[in-house]
Structures are given as C-alpha cells and as structure tokens.
C-alpha cells in the first residue's frame, strides 16, 4: 500500500452531478487537483460558471454541462458528450439533491396537509435524480466492464429526523439502492464496477447557515444548538470534511469496499442522544 | 501528489497495531509505516517474525519498532503503552487488530473458552483503548482509534457464535467511546469480510467457501491489503475528521446482500 498508487486517481474521467453545489464543488476540486478530468452536471448553469472558472484557475481540465437529473434524455445527452470530449467516463457521483419547504412539516403545516405534487418532487429529485444517472452512466460502466458510482445518501436514512418525511424516506430509498445495484453490478456486468454511498450528517452550507445560525452575530439557532448537542463532534462539518472520503472511495485503496453507506457526521448516528 | 499527501500522510504520528504479525495486522502496520507514521508492532508470541517485519521496513527508511504485549494482562497493556512513549511519544494512532475465533459448537462452549474468546476480542481491546486514550485526553491531544470488528458482529454468521458476540460488542463500545471522548478522540471499526487469516483457516471448509463466495458481490475473498485503504483513510485526523462512531464494512459487498 502507497498513497501514490492506491490513491491515484490521474487520468479518470469523474462526472458529478449538483456539480455547481457547495459540496460537489470541492470534491471537483479535490478530484480535479489529484489530477482527475472533471465533468460538472447541474441544473444551474450560473453556479456552474463559477466552478467551472475556480477550475481553470487551478489548470483542471474539465467540462460543464447543463444537465437536469430528473430527465434521462438530459442525462443521456450528457453522457453522450462527456464520451465524445474525454473518450471514456470513470466515475460518477450522484451530488445532485435537495429538499423544499412545501415538503416538509411545521407548526403551521401539518402532516395531512402535505401537497402530494411537493413530495413526489422531492422524491423525484433525490432518488430518481440518482437512479436515472446510475442507469444512464452505469451502462457505459458495464459495457467498459468498470467504473465506481457513489451516491448521496444522508444521516437520515438510518433514522428520520423530525420535519422533513420525504427527503429522509427518500434518502434512505438511496442507500436501499446503492446496496441493491452493487449487488447487481458484480453479478451481471462485472466485480470492477463498484457502487457505494456517503451518509453526511450536518454540514455548514449556505442553504442551511441562516437555519442553523443568527445572521446577527454567528450565534447558534435552537435547531442548530440541538443538532450540536447531539453531535459528539460538537461541530458542524465542513464541505472539505467530505473530500477524502471521496478520494478514497474512487481509489483503487477501497477496492473490496462495495455496497456500504459511510457515515461522515461526526458522530451523529452513533449516539442516541440520551 | 502534494493534495493526497496533504490529506493522507502521517508524519510525526505514532501508530500502535495490536496483532501486528498478524496476516491483517501485518499489512496495516506495514501501510501506517509507509504513510510516514512511527509504528509499533505490538505481537503475543511471534517474537521472531515482528523482528523480521520491522527490519524490513526499517530498512526502507522507515520507523518501526515492536513490543511484546498479552492483551490479558491490564499491567502488560499500561507497560508497553509507557514503554513507547519513553521510546518515541504519545501513541495516536490505534489499531487493534488482534483476537481470536472459535467455531465450537453453542452447546458444547464451556466457560473457559467463553472467557478466553472475550478476554482477547473483547476486554482486552476495551482495556487497550482505555490505555491510550488516558494519556492523549489528560493532554487534551488528538487521536484516532480503529477497531477491527467482523461482518459476524451484525447479522450472525453460523458456528462462530462467541465470536460475533464478542463482535458485536466491540461495535457497541467503538460508538460508546466515540461519544465519550469526542471531540478529542475519534473512535471508529472497520468490518472486514472474509479475509484467510489465521483466525479463520480452520473453519473454511469447502462447504463453506462455497456459501460465502454465494453470498459475496465481488465473488472473491479480500486480500490484507486492501484493509489499508480504509485504515490511512480513518487514521488520518486531516481526511476522516468528521468520521466518529461508524463501523465501515470492507467485505466486497458482503453485507449489501441477502439472496
């Protein structure tokens, strides 16, 4: 075992979709700086131009393509040119993601209120916004007989958290996938194809800053308190937090991890709480 | 290279690998040493074969030394925890890779067995991870702990009956001390699948290697090597910061199928 060589990624092609994300953007980085070609896929192509310039200044060759994760024509156009430009794809991460308001409860939205159109949306986005990528890019991976798939899942997969049923069944709906493709891979196409997952549990983003601190003065919010005390850690992660569990999942070093959903929440699902 | 370097390297650490001649521990030990880490091969019995592995490394420029250590004997435990601090710091980095397993049939265990299977799997784990975490925690100083659990700990695996428990409690006290010493310690265990060692040579029998190979996606056993991975990855404060309490398979998707 060497970090030059069991960790190299140089030369593989990495697709990520909700590439232009706070999360996504730093596994590029990481990626792209280890010497791996990125292709961004996101929905917003303004937040991709950002990557995409932050990537050139580093002198990473990648592609940025706007692609909506929730439409497999999308998807497949994607592919279609990632190939064209980099002659092969190796790994894709299924970053794409996220949760909405009207999907979630409150002291003003009851639960037998919740708009069906609102949680098929978000189901839509954070499963099928995975499967259809597996599906679409998995195909060149079993005709290339390799590649490694890593999708998203989150903490709330193993236990629901409070407020937010669809994103936490949907989430848990990905972690039931990443097991059952894995198995599937190996058995039909072939044991170098490797899918895997990542749980994070709370990490600091600009989404959910003004959630989970007072703009005011930095301080922490009653959520944002409860989630630290619940959090052996006692801090919320950093996107960077993220970034070597990705880099060893995407290195030959992981080669017989296959089908495994990696908490990254500094302690969260560990603890009961009491 | 310089970003996995950053990530990953582990200079001016001290790592300890409790079974270090062991075919799992020996590879460990061997990829702690090469990420640059001071590493102690802690063996039982195999005096010779520590001295062998550590020469090796030595002479490729790195730093390793090895201790004899009963992991029944709390004393043992504490002198050799001080001896390597004399020798070179503060152990930081802890693997335990040591146990014992035994496919002796439920009925017939008799209680000397039972307390062997749980003093070497279980207690004495617990009692080394307690050594360890004394010094960095009176120091208010980092760590990171990484047990060696089993895919048995979870849903059992047939005729290793006191070993998945032994197991299975290993991965309760991994997230107990994770919570316990946060945030200055991180404690974590690594599920291996079927890696030949010499804990489970006897127990393969064709039979049984032929249910496992149905049963596992990547259709093959693992080799120690490919443990290392997951070990630099959780050793290392800089790429597994936020990593506590979590018990990570590397089982060629064992644990990913049923039928």
Known sequence: MSLEKDFDVKGKVAAITGGAGVLCAEMAYALGESGAKIVLLDIGEKGMAVVSKELERRGIDHLAIKTDVMDKSSIEEAAKKTVEHFGRVDILINGAGGNKPAATTGPDKPFFDMPEDAIKWVFDLNFMGTFLPCQVFGKYFADQKSGNII???????????????????????????????????SHHYSTDIRVNAIAPGFLLTDQNRFLLTNESDGSLTDRGQTIIDHTPAARFGDPKDLVSTIMWLTAPASKFVHGIVVPVDGGFSAFSGV | MSYLHDMFNLEGRVAAVVGGTGALGSAIADSLARAGARTAMIYQGSRQKAGEICNELISDGLNAGFWQMDVRNENSIHETVQEIRNEWDDIDILVNASGTNSATPVMEIDGEEWDRIMEINLKGVYWTNR???????????????????????????SKVFAYGMSKAAINNMTRFLAREWAPYIRVNAIMPGFFPGQQNREI????????????????????????????????????????????????????????
């Not at chain 2, 050594?131 to 695996?157: E, Q």
């Not at chain 2, 991975?229 to 398979?249: Q, R, Y």
């Open chain 1, 151 to 185: 999708n998203i899942s989150s903490m709330n997969a193993f236990t629901p958290l409070t407020r937010i049923p669809a994103y936490s069944a949907a989430k848990a709906a990905v972690s039931n996938f990443t097991q059952w493709l894995a198995v599937h891979m």
């Open chain 2, 131 to 157: 050594a360890v975490a004394r010094n960095l925690l009176k120091k208010g100083k980092k760590g990171s702990i990484i047990n060696l659990t089993s895919v048995s700990s979870d849903i059992p695996l």
């Open chain 2, 204 to 259: 393969l029998t064709d039979e049984r290697k032929q249910l496992i190979m149905q049963h596992s996606a990547i259709k093959r056993y693992g080799v120690p090597d490919e443990l290392c991975g997951a070990v630099l990855w959780l050793a290392s404060d800089k790429a597994s910061s936020f990593v506590t309490g979590t018990i990570i398979p590397v089982d060629g998707g064992f644990t990913a199928m049923t039928i």
